[in-house]
T-cell receptor
Framework: EPEVTQTPSHQVTQMGQEVILRCVPI?????FYWYRQILGQKVEFLVS????????KSEIFDDQFSVERPDGSNFTLKIRSTKLEDSAMYFC????????????FGPGTRLTVL | GDSVTQMEGPVTLSEEAFLTINCTYT??????LFWYVQYPGEGLQLLLK?????DKGSNKGFEATYRKETTSFHLEKGSVQVSDSAVYFC?????????????FGKGTKLSVKP
C-alpha cells in the first residue's frame, strides 16, 4: 500500500541553525501539506502546496519557513534559523485530486531545538 | 475562526468497555468532519469521516454522527480492544475556498487494559 514517508524521524539542532525536513508524498497525489504538533498541544496546519506553489499558509508559517518540491518526488520544509519554540513533531500529508479525499499522513519528524 | 474541542485525556478503559470521546466544533460554514487515529510510532490515519449533517461515519466498529444542531461529532465504540490503544484526533475541513486544510483538536489518548 502506498504511504507517505518522512526523514529523518528525529532531528536535533542548535538554535539558529537551518533544518530541512523531507517528505516523499504518495506518487500520484497533487496536494501536499505540512502540519506540526508541539508536545501536548494541537496539530496545527502550516502550509498547503499545489501546482508547484503555496496555496495557503497559516500565521505560523512566517518568513523563516519555506517549502519546495525540488524534484517531483520530494517535498521539503525548511526552517532557516530555528528557535526553541520550533521544537515539535512535523507531519507531512498528501492527497489526491478529488475534493475532500483522505489526507495521507507520514509518521512525522520530531524536531528538537537546543 | 474555526476550531475543534475534544475531551481531555488520557482515557483508560478495560477491554470490551464502551467508548465515547466527545468532540465539538465551531465553524461558520458547513465543514466536513473527521476522526484520525495515531498508533504508537506511526502517522495519523483516517478512521472515519462525515461530510454533511446527519451523516454517520463508521469503520472498524467505531462510529460518529455529524450533529449540526449540537455541533458535535462524538466518537463511539461498543466494545474496545487492547489494539485500539492510540491517540484519537477530531478534525474539520472547512469547504470555503480552502485546499481541504484540516483543523485538529488536541487529541485524546486511549489506553485499553486487558
Amino acid at each position: 500500500e502506498p504511504e507517505v514517508t518522512q526523514t529523518p524521524s528525529h532531528q536535533v539542532t542548535q538554535m539558529g541553525q537551518e533544518v530541512i525536513l523531507r517528505c516523499v508524498p504518495i506518487s500520484n497525489h497533487l496536494y501536499f501539506y505540512w502540519y506540526r504538533q508541539i508536545l501536548g498541544q494541537k496539530v496545527e496546519f502550516l502550509v498547503s502546496f499545489y501546482n508547484n506553489e503555496i496555496s495557503e499558509k497559516s500565521e505560523i508559517f512566517d518568513d523563516q519557513f519555506s517549502v519546495e518540491r525540488p524534484d517531483g518526488s520530494n517535498f521539503t520544509l525548511k526552517i532557516r534559523s530555528t528557535k526553541l519554540e520550533d521544537s515539535a513533531m512535523y507531519f507531512c500529508a498528501s492527497r489526491g485530486l478529488a475534493d475532500y479525499n483522505e489526507q495521507f499522513f507520514g509518521p512525522g519528524t520530531r524536531l528538537t531545538v537546543l | 475562526g474555526d476550531s475543534v474541542t475534544q475531551m481531555e485525556g488520557p482515557v483508560t478503559l478495560s477491554e470490551e468497555a464502551f467508548l465515547t470521546i466527545n468532540c465539538t466544533y465551531t465553524a461558520t460554514g458547513y465543514p466536513s468532519l473527521f476522526w484520525y487515529v495515531q498508533y504508537p510510532g506511526e502517522g495519523l490515519q483516517l478512521l472515519l469521516k462525515a461530510t454533511k449533517a446527519d451523516d454517520k461515519g463508521s469503520n472498524k466498529g467505531f462510529e460518529a454522527t455529524y450533529r449540526k444542531e449540537t455541533t458535535s461529532f462524538h466518537l463511539e465504540k461498543g466494545s474496545v480492544q487492547v489494539s485500539d490503544s492510540a491517540v484519537y484526533f477530531c478534525a474539520l475541513s472547512d469547504r470555503r475556498g480552502s485546499q481541504g486544510n484540516l483543523i485538529f483538536g488536541k487529541g485524546t489518548k486511549l489506553s485499553v487494559k486487558p
